[in-house]
């Protein structure tokens, strides 16, 4: 293993505990509503059998409110399903609106703590190339990570995937006009060997607050 | 006894606060450590059940401003984390009276309330 892919496969596997405790502590959310939902049925079923009447649309609300988090949680669980099948293949063909949104999703709690809202430019159309699903992950992640740091007045980055000739460039939009590159940090050894193994190219626009990554049709071996 | 419960997740403060009040606790809830602080500013709480993380700021942030505001209140942290380390690295002291991992077993929670007030 060279220094290079030994440096990706610590970040790699910080990436994945860092993403995984977020998720962890997003369904430790989901299952503490649900618990105390379940809770107060319970209080009313037994305020029920001493005889006391209970409105049932209260108790349509609470089940409401459980439904609710059942399908927050099922959301959560399928995409973390998703961002664990990115290491099935090293190489493989990616639909990159859909890596966009997974790792959006991914971010959520973490853009929520420093009251940023992330968004994707809408698509019907996939917009598939060939990459390495888990690095190119990490990668958006580490650049939306430091692109948090520098959210413009409004605190949205809008993500979008676009194709432009040969290339296929994706944005990341709603920056402020500091600086986001600073040696030693951004981009760091880390940032470096990511955009060399993905053979992309990072450029940054602070005049109108954008990061851009260049990325080719087809990652080399 | 009168006590503040703050968390950022809505549906889980006013849930619990609802059956805490059902226990005959007085439960008042806060969705963000801005709306904890504002409302102790208002009125006297004996105790704060504060999640650790949160937007904006943290949990062990509001205790630190509210110690100015109402130097007698005590303390319960929750958390989701399955680790002591958030409550440890900065809240073992005299008035922080327990930490609870979501999620919250409400008898061990009124009975950390009540030995906190007790004592």
Redesign the interface.
Known sequence: MTDHWQTLGEEGIQFMGKMS?SI??????V???????A??LN?FCLMAERGMEIDPERLARISG?IAK?VKRGDQILKNMNRFAHSTDHPLSTVDLHATLAMVVKLATRFA????VTLTTTPTNKPLLITSRPFLLANLLWRCLDRSMNFVGTEKKITLSAVTKGEQTLIIFNGLSDQPIEEPAIFPSQQDSDLLTILQCTLTTASAVGELTLTLPQTTGN | MRILLVD??Q??VS??A??LS?RGIDADWACSGEEALEKAGRQNYDLAVLDV?M??ISGLEVKAEMEMIQPELRYIFMT???SANDFYSGSSDAKTVGYL????N?DILIGKIKEALSG
Do not use: C
Not at chain 1, 24 to 29: F, P, T, Y
Not at chain 1, 31 to 37: G, M, R
Not at chain 2, 101 to 104: T, Y
């Open positions: 405790a962890s502590h997003e369904l430790k959310n299952l503490a509503i649900i618990n105390e939902n809770g107060l209080d409110n988090q929520a703590n420093r009251v | 950022d997740e549906e889980l849930t619990l609802e059956r059902m993380k937007p904006r989701g984390h399955g991992i979501k999620p919250v409400i």
